[in-house]
Every structure is written in C-alpha cells, then in structure tokens.
C-alpha cells in the first residue's frame, strides 16, 4: 500500500455505476483520485501506509495534570520496529502509545505519553493503517457517483423545469458520504 492510495479501483467504481465497458475509465479514474483526496481532507488524515519505516519528528507537550509529556503522532498500526530516540541521541523507551485500546479496535495509535523529555524526539515507523477502511470505499463510492451524475449537468442544474423536476446540485459533500466517514475523522488532541 502506497502512502496516500486510491481507494477504490476503476473496476469497482465501474461496477457500482453499472459501466459495462472502458470508454469511460480515464474519468473513472480521475474520480477516484480526486475523491480519494476529499477522504482525507474531510478525515483529517489518510488511510494508506509508507512503504518502508521512516524518521518523523515530534515536539512533546508538558500536560501538567496528567504529570507527563505528550507527543501527538501521525497515525500509527505497525509498531514493528518502532524505534524511538531522544534529542541527543538516547533510544526512549520509557512511552506508551496512545489510545491504549486502538489495536484491538483496528483503529491507529495517535499520541506518545513520555513520562521524561529533553526536547524533541524521532520515532521511526511504518507510518499509516495497515488496510483501507472498508467506510473509505463506501464513501469513495457514493460520492464518485455523484461526480458521475454532476457529468450530465454542467451547470449544477438536475432534471426539467419543465416536467417541474428541476434541482441544484449543491457543491458540497454528500451526506452519506459524511455520514459513513465521520467515525474515521481524526480528532486533534491538546496536552
């Protein structure tokens, strides 16, 4: 899985809008993309992983009622060979990753808690998720649908004035879309 992945292919899309041939998988294609950006940016985060563990740099916090330092992290599944070093070089093993219960709820780490801290520190890691959230796709492909139907009306406008079905497409996201991803959006902690 790359960094920031599509999240549904051409053929899926092409399945859940009922296409039955490739004239129209160059389109297909760039909605998938430009959705896949809209997941992330509504999310606050995305769902894909590097492809081989890397330096990152953080800056802990002092939380004075919790008497310890906090190091809010890019998301976090593998923990295989995390690594984490201090400003002057010393490995630090002295942390807990944070929210306890986010592997069992297949949910990413988020947050170091350090009880010392001598400045900034460098975790290496297999930074992302391990796999796409299934609600990633879901909502990948509600909203490319409404994408495909915006194709049909240039102007935003749906329907006949005449036959008195007429209806403006508003540019926004669509609600199950927001609906079905709102569980994944990443909320942002202060120490």
Known sequence: MTWKPDYATVGELASYLNIDDAADDAFLAIWI?????NVDDFCGRQFGQVDAPEERYYTPVYDRPAGA???????????????????DGTAVTDYVLLPRNAAAEGRPYERLRL????????PTALWGWTATPAACTSGLLLQAARLA??????????GSPSEQGELRLLAQLDPDFRTSLKPLQRRWWAA
């Open 149 to 158: 139907k915006r194709r049909g009306s240039p102007f935003g406008i749906s």
């Open 69 to 87: 330092w906090f190091a809010v992290i890019d998301d976090l599944q593998d923990v295989t060979g995390l690594e984490v070093v201090a400003e």
């Open 115 to 122: 009880s010392t801290c001598t400045g900034e520190i460098a």
């Open 33 to 37: 993309t430009t959705v896949s950006r």
